[in-house]
């Protein structure tokens, strides 16, 4: 694992894929203009404004939880990493987005928040990989108990212990 790769992970691959899924879905939302969520714009900003501040909770959780010098060297599985294995991309493609998608009102961008998990998911399976690599056994047994971009509430690791 490089250094870039330590710090960044599958961020920078997973962001432009991300702003070339919006440019494609802004192009052809003008198809789909009647797709409207709501008509109400306090509704609208006011999710936007309450799922941004979570996902700005969740980045500033997530940088104390594993500061960029120890990404790479170190397993945490305690703050945020207790509950995402990812919780900077999970900020993002599970609490922006879909804000976002509220705020620019319409069905079209729900269905790009959506279509952006699995791409995210294909994404990682390179950063997951040079995890098990670093951390053998350790990371599996973490990634078993703990949700890539959703918290895993309940899982069998639990009942187990």
Same mark, same amino acid.
């Given at each position: 694992? +490089?250094?870039?790769?330590?710090?960044?992970?599958?961020? $920078?691959?997973?962001?432009?894929? =991300?702003?070339?899924?919006? !440019?494609? %879905?802004?192009?052809?939302?003008?198809?789909?203009?009647?797709?409207?969520?709501?008509?109400?714009?306090?509704? @609208?900003?006011?999710?936007?404004?309450?799922?941004?501040?979570?996902?700005?909770?969740?980045?500033?959780?997530?940088?104390? =939880?594993?500061? $960029?010098?120890?990404?790479?060297?170190?397993?945490?599985?305690?703050?945020?990493?207790?509950?995402?294995?990812?919780?900077?991309?999970? !900020?993002? *493609?599970? %609490? %922006? +987005?879909?804000?976002?998608?509220? *705020?620019? +009102?319409?069905?079209?961008?729900?269905?790009? !928040?959506?279509?952006?998990?699995?791409?995210?998911?294909?994404?990682?399976?390179?950063?997951?990989?040079?995890?098990?690599?670093?951390?053998?056994?350790?990371?599996?047994?973490?990634?078993?108990?703990?949700? @890539?971009?959703?918290?895993?509430?309940?899982?069998? =690791?639990?009942? !187990?212990?």
């Amino acid at each position: 694992m +490089n250094k870039f790769e330590k710090i960044f992970g599958s961020g $920078p691959i997973g962001l432009l894929i =991300s702003l070339a899924l919006l !440019a494609i %879905f802004l192009f052809i939302e003008k198809y789909f203009s009647s797709f409207q969520i709501t008509e109400n714009d306090f509704l @609208r900003y006011s999710i936007f404004s309450v799922l941004s501040v979570l996902t700005v909770i969740i980045i500033i959780w997530s940088v104390k =939880s594993l500061p $960029p010098s120890d990404r790479g060297n170190k397993l945490i599985t305690l703050g945020a990493f207790k509950y995402f294995r990812h919780p900077l991309y999970a !900020a993002f *493609l599970t %609490f %922006f +987005n879909f804000g976002l998608a509220i *705020l620019l +009102n319409n069905w079209i961008y729900i269905l790009w !928040a959506l279509v952006q998990h699995p791409v995210w998911h294909w994404c990682i399976g390179g950063e997951e990989k040079l995890m098990e690599k670093e951390f053998p056994g350790e990371y599996t047994n973490y990634s078993k108990r703990t949700g @890539r971009f959703f918290p895993r509430i309940f899982n069998k =690791s639990d009942k !187990a212990t």
